[in-house]
């Protein structure tokens, strides 16, 4: 067959395989996530995807995760990434950062459905 008349045909085993290996990485990597809850913790009411290899979580304007409240440090905790993994530290804030409503102490590996407390603010952990 000549090149006019267009690519050879092939089972359907090779174009599984052929499709497979045209997906994008990112399309196959898990994503982690942190959603900020209404005030009720009801709601979602932003979500952020986490990109970088650390999160900063605090009241400044500058922080990845910016909460405006007096009971959030400027820099209150940080989420930092490690291979595949997350993990969740205070940043020696004056009101300290909770893990599933328990005080976090050094460094805290992170789970999918992790609750995250900063100040009045609960964040949930997502990773998918």
């Given at each position: 067959?000549?090149?006019?008349?267009?690519?050879?045909?092939s089972d359907d085993d090779t174009l599984i395989i052929r499709?497979?290996?045209?997906?994008?990485k990112e399309a196959l990597a898990r994503r982690?996530?942190?959603w900020l809850l209404d005030p009720d913790g009801?709601?979602?009411?932003?979500a952020c995807e986490l990109k970088?290899?650390?999160?900063i979580i605090g009241r400044?304007?500058?922080?990845?995760i910016s909460l405006p409240s007096s009971t959030v440090s400027r820099r209150h905790a940080q989420i930092r990434r490690e291979?595949?993994?997350?993990?969740?530290?205070?940043?020696n804030s004056t009101n300290g950062t909770l893990l599933n409503r328990?005080?976090?102490?050094?460094?805290?590996?992170?789970?999918?459905?992790?609750?995250?407390?900063?100040?009045?603010?609960?964040?949930i952990f997502r990773y998918s």
């Open positions: 067959m000549d090149a006019s008349q267009g690519p050879a045909p499709l497979f290996d045209e997906r994008p982690a996530r942190v009801e709601h979602v009411s932003r970088d290899e650390t999160t400044h304007p500058d922080c990845t291979g595949g993994q997350y993990f969740l530290s205070d940043a328990e005080p976090v102490i050094g460094e805290e590996l992170l789970h999918d459905r992790d609750e995250i407390g900063v100040g009045i603010y609960r964040l």
